[in-house]
Structure formats: C-alpha cells, structure tokens
C-alpha cells in the first residue's frame, strides 16, 4: 500500500510540473510574440509620424520621453555595443582589456543585460587600469555575491508566490563598484543602456538619470531578479527585446560599431529533455531573433566588427568558477579581432601587460564593503593617455569619430583559437 501510495503521488507531481511548464512555455511564446506585433505596430506607426512630419515640413516636435532627448546623429561615428549574457559577461572583460591596451576609444557605448553592466564600467574609466578594476571586480565574484541561497534552495524556489527567486540587493552593490558616478551622464564616454518596460513589454533606453536603476533595471533577469521600478514604470533585463543593440547605435549615426558577444553569432540550441529546458531554447531563439533581423538590413556604409565568444565553457547562469577562463577567451578572441582591423591607436601587439591575480573567495572587493568583503590587490600602473589638444581629461579619439591609430596590418602573429569575426552575414543566419 505504501509503494502504491508513493507512485500515485509522483506520478501527481511529476503531472502538475509539467503542465505549470507547460503553460510557462505558452505564456512565454504569447508575450514574445505579442510584443514583437506591438514594436512593428510602433515602428509603423514612426514611420507615418514621420513621412506626415516631411510633408507638412512644420512638425511641433512632441515624440516619447527617449526621442526627445536624443542627440543629433554623428558622421563617422564609432560605437561600442555590448550584448547580455549573463555570467558569460566575463568574456567581455577580457575583450575589453586587450581594446584598452590598444588605445580604443569608442564615441559612444551600447550595452544590455550583463552587458549594460560592462558598458557602464568601461564608460566610466575606458583606460586600462579601469578596465583592470574591473576584472579584479569579476574575478573575486562567487555564487553567493549574486545569488545567496538560503534555507530552501532547488526547485521549489520558482513556484513560490514571489515575483524573483534572488534579491538584487548583491547585483546593486556590483554595480555601485563597477561604475564611480551617480548619474549616466556623468560617465565619461556617452552611455546608453536598455531595459524592457512592464507596462506595454517594449524597449526603453536609459540615457541619463540616476546610473545604478538603470543598469540594475537592464540587468533584472526575468524570473531571476525582481523588476526595477523608475519613475513609477518597472523594468526587467533589456536582452528580452533587444540583446545585441546595434540598430540603436545606427540610428544614432554610428558608421562602425565594435560588438562584443558573450556567445557564437549563431544560436544552436541543445536537444531539449525536458519541458523547462524547450521553454528556455524557445526563450533563447526569440532573443536572438531580433539581432540576425538587425544584422541582415545593415544600411549601406555601416561596417559591424562580431567579437564573439566561444560555446559552452560555463555550467550555469549562477556559476563563477570559469571566469578566469572566459576573461582568457575573450582576450584571445579580441587579440585576433583588433590585429585584423587595426582597432585603436596603438599598433599591434600591444605593450606587455601585468597580469592581475585572482581574487581569493574570501578577499575584499575595492573599496570597501563588497559582496564577499574583499580588497582588490593593487595592479600595476599603466602607460598613461598622452594629454589631449584640447586640454580635458576625456581620452584620445573619443567623442570626435576619428581614428588617428596605424591600421596597417602588422606580420600575423601565431593562428589562435579565437573564432573568425563576422562582419556582414548572410540574411538566412
């Protein structure tokens, strides 16, 4: 009686789970396919506002709070777009200190999800001891910094009645050490970040205002994290309606843009074997959708530079144990990249480098206070940027579009592992 017992009410379980996955994976394909007929409505809808504005040629001007308050586009302009990817953001670190050494200096900075976490960091201080920091910042990361597990952990956390599994409270305090200024527009190098509005599932670019909501709200994984609310509207993570923004940076009259994927350019989802692991690749092909749509109606004249990561070398979205390893990767890939296209103002190969060490899981992050309560060891000085004409402290080539750097191609170093760049593929991609 008792094995008759136990059968039936597995067998109960295992039935109410897969119909709550089931009905996920419904609800998840409706608000992605609701949402992309909502953003075609909009775009249609600008289109007309706009060709009614070129005939009438007397247009008042009024449009949504983020057209309003963009600026004039620029010619030539070089953007650096960053793409979400969760714990895989390491990559980009290492991406990001090889475009340092060599002097690369973007006009402008893109960034969703982890992405917009990078971005901010590198606006804030694109030099190379900037960029270090932030690698001592990921490098001393463990689970429980972002992801603090208490008494109850597993499964049964996401079908409780709360609106995230995690507090962000860890996420925050990331945040707050990776970018020095209160406000976006304080940064250093013009920052946009992206974060999905709740309210009619549409994207909404934060250009200026209090910097840590922002990112946090752009970073807010659905599910995982609660939304942010700003001005009274919430947000979750940006790389649900626009993981890889290069077509903001277009708009805004970039004619290069540099983009740093945590991940190949082409998505092969694994087999799935259960009915969660079919929600996410369905979840994941839906991401990934609008950037092949983006990268196949590239307008004439604009030239994208695919830094790419490889696949696989994680285990999970909450694991921190390869970072030293993806930070590895990333300079491999990038070291290739900025050898191929003459990237920066420094010819390659760059000066030698010191090599940080990695922050021990019990050391406190800078400054004091950090999830982990860690000290970054101090890392060794870099050549400093040599002072700009004009007198400011803004870096070299920023802000002006050009490129004053040698980008001759200098004798191929030894073939690494890194994955070839793609700059234009093809639509069926």
């Not at 290069?256 to 799935?272: A, E, K």
């Not at 003459?342 to 999830?371: E, F, K, M, Q, W």
């Amino acid at each position: 009686m008792t094995v008759a017992a136990s059968s039936l009410l597995f067998a109960v379980v295992f039935t109410l789970f897969v119909v709550a996955a089931v009905a996920l994976l419904v609800l998840t394909l409706r608000f992605t396919i609701g949402q992309a007929r909502r953003s075609r409505a909009t775009w249609l809808a600008g289109r007309a506002g706009s060709a009614e504005a070129e005939v009438g040629g007397d247009g008042d001007g009024d449009g949504d709070g983020d057209d309003a308050e963009e600026e004039p586009e620029e010619e030539g302009m070089t953007a650096l777009v960053l793409a979400g990817g969760s714990t895989r953001g390491a990559i980009q670190i290492g991406m990001l200190q090889v475009l340092a050494e060599h002097g690369f200096v973007p006009d402008r900075v893109y960034g969703s999800s982890v992405g917009a976490i990078n971005g901010a960091g590198f606006a804030a201080d694109p030099t190379r001891p900037g960029v270090e920091r932030m690698a001592q910042i990921w490098l001393g990361l463990r689970r429980e910094d972002i992801y603090p597990q208490g008494r109850l952990h597993g499964p049964w956390l996401y079908v409780q009645q709360r609106d995230a599994v995690y507090s962000n409270s860890g996420l925050r305090e990331i945040i707050t050490l990776g970018f020095p200024h209160e406000r976006l527009e304080e940064s250093v190098l013009p920052l946009e970040v992206v974060a999905t509005s709740l309210a009619d599932g549409g994207e909404h670019w934060f250009t200026r205002g209090p910097a840590v909501e922002a990112i946090l709200a752009s970073a807010a994984m659905p599910a995982i994290f609660p939304p942010v609310e700003v001005d009274g509207e919430r947000y979750i993570d940006g790389g649900v309606v626009d993981n890889v923004p290069i077509q903001r940076a277009i708009d805004a009259g970039a004619t290069r843009i540099v983009v740093l994927l945590c991940s190949p350019p082409i998505v092969t989802p694994q087999p799935s074997k259960r009915p969660v692991e079919g929600m996410v690749n369905a979840l994941l092909i839906a991401i990934h959708a609008r950037f092949v749509r983006d990268m196949s109606h590239l307008p004439e004249g604009v030239e994208v530079i695919l830094c790419a990561g490889p696949e696989g070398a994680t285990r999970d979205f909450d694991d921190f144990s390869t970072t030293e390893h993806l930070i590895a990767l990333g300079r491999a890939e990038a070291s290739e990249i900025v050898r191929r296209y003459g990237l920066g103002t420094i010819p390659y190969p760059a000066p030698p480098r010191a090599v940080p060490s990695a922050a021990a899981p019990g050391d406190d992050l800078p400054g004091g206070g950090g999830p982990g309560g860690a000290t970054v060891p101090p890392t060794s000085p870099a050549p400093a940027p040599s002072p700009s004409p004009t007198g400011t402290d803004r870096p070299p080539g920023a802000g002006d579009g050009t490129d004053v750097g040698d980008h001759s191609p200098a004798p191929d170093p030894p073939v690494s592992a890194a994955s070839g760049p793609v700059t234009q593929p093809d639509p069926g991609t």
